[in-house]
């Protein structure tokens, strides 16, 4: 209808009055601008941790904590604690061998799944992608994770278990 | 009347175009070497390696303010009226 009549504008170019080499011009103009920002913004973001590394650093763990006592673990096998900070960790002691405990952090230092000790293989696995620890140092095997898992030391006194702060941190 | 601008524009009307991939390019540039750093930074950090957040936050503002700085050379909008 509106076409039969020419002396009208039609309603697409009052909706956008710009030429289209304007609209491209702008847009671009936008978009370089917009990069700008985003770089401001990265550079902010990467401030950040360094504020965080600064002024929080972690805690280390402090004293003993009590885990279980020793005779709810049998040998080969692991049961999962989790100690309360300013964050919870979860963790797993698997009782290697007679008098032989470990500790480990429950988290994949590669994206963050449960890993479990596996008796057969005397490993630990972590069953996201094929991820393999040693379960003696937590040093990583085979798969993805870059670091090995963060370990606590394990010590007993009267049947029971507990758990410290390791001396160095990835004690081997 | 035009002036000399007005005729370097008509003569060259790719020239501005050229220009604004070209800021664009490094402006992509910038920003992807930004990502790379604050990753490199984020899985680092887990580490608690303060040196290498450190660098990589100089290295990333750096960055960002060249990206600053180039966006001064975006051409102007495009002006319809060149008559005076
Ligand atoms: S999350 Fe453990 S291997 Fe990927």
Same mark, same amino acid.
């Given at each position: 209808?509106?076409?039969?009549?020419?002396?009208?504008?039609?309603?697409?170019?009052?909706?956008?009055?710009?030429?289209?080499?304007?609209?491209?011009?702008?847009?671009?103009?936008?978009?370089a601008?917009?990069? %700008?920002l985003?770089?401001?913004?990265?550079? @902010?973001?990467? %401030?950040?941790?360094? =504020?965080k !590394?600064?002024?929080?650093?972690?805690?280390?763990?402090?004293?003993?904590?009590?885990?279980?006592?020793?005779?709810?673990?049998?040998?080969?096998?692991?049961?999962q604690f989790?100690?309360?900070?300013?964050?919870?960790? /979860?963790?797993?002691?698997? +009782?290697?061998?007679?008098?032989?405990?470990?500790?480990?952090?429950?988290?994949?230092? +590669?994206? !963050?799944? !449960?890993?479990?000790?596996?008796?057969?293989?005397?490993?630990?696995?972590?069953?996201? +992608?094929?991820?393999?620890?040693?379960?003696d140092?937590?040093?990583? @095997?085979? %798969?993805?994770?870059?670091? /090995?898992?963060?370990?606590?030391?394990?010590?007993?006194?009267?049947?029971?278990?507990?758990?410290?702060q390791?001396?160095?941190?990835?004690?081997? | 009347?035009?002036?000399?601008?007005?005729s370097?524009?008509?003569?060259?009307?790719?020239k501005?175009?050229? $220009?604004m991939?070209? $800021?664009i390019l490094?402006?992509?540039?910038?920003?992807?070497?930004?990502?790379?750093?604050?990753?490199?930074?984020?899985?680092?950090a887990?580490?608690?390696?303060?040196?290498?957040?450190?660098?990589?936050? =100089? %290295?990333?503002l750096?960055? !960002?303010?060249?990206?600053?700085?180039?966006?001064?050379?975006?051409?102007? /909008? =495009?002006?319809?009226?060149?008559?005076?």
């Amino acid at each position: 209808m509106e076409q039969k009549n020419p002396e009208k504008i039609p309603n697409w170019k009052s909706d956008f009055p710009i030429s289209t080499e304007k609209a491209t011009h702008i847009s671009r103009r936008e978009f370089a601008k917009f990069l %700008g920002l985003l770089s401001g913004v990265l550079a @902010l973001s990467n %401030g950040a941790i360094v =504020i965080k !590394a600064l002024a929080f650093p972690s805690k280390p763990l402090e004293g003993d904590h009590f885990v279980c006592n020793e005779d709810e673990v049998p040998v080969g096998k692991m049961i999962q604690f989790e100690i309360q900070g300013d964050m919870v960790i /979860p963790y797993i002691l698997i +009782h290697l061998q007679e008098n032989e405990w470990r500790a480990f952090e429950q988290k994949c230092t +590669h994206l !963050a799944c !449960a890993v479990r000790y596996r008796e057969e293989e005397q490993k630990i696995e972590c069953p996201c +992608h094929n991820g393999w620890f040693s379960a003696d140092t937590g040093e990583v @095997l085979q %798969g993805p994770p870059p670091r /090995p898992l963060p370990q606590l030391e394990v010590v007993r006194k009267e049947g029971k278990v507990y758990v410290r702060q390791a001396e160095e941190p990835y004690a081997t | 009347m035009s002036d000399f601008r007005a005729s370097q524009n008509k003569a060259h009307p790719n020239k501005t175009s050229t $220009i604004m991939t070209g $800021i664009i390019l490094l402006l992509i540039l910038f920003v992807s070497m930004q990502i790379w750093f604050l990753f490199g930074a984020l899985n680092n950090a887990l580490e608690e390696n303060l040196y290498f957040a450190l660098t990589t936050f =100089i %290295g990333s503002l750096l960055l !960002a303010l060249a990206s600053f700085w180039l966006l001064r050379y975006l051409p102007d /909008p =495009i002006r319809t009226v060149w008559k005076k």
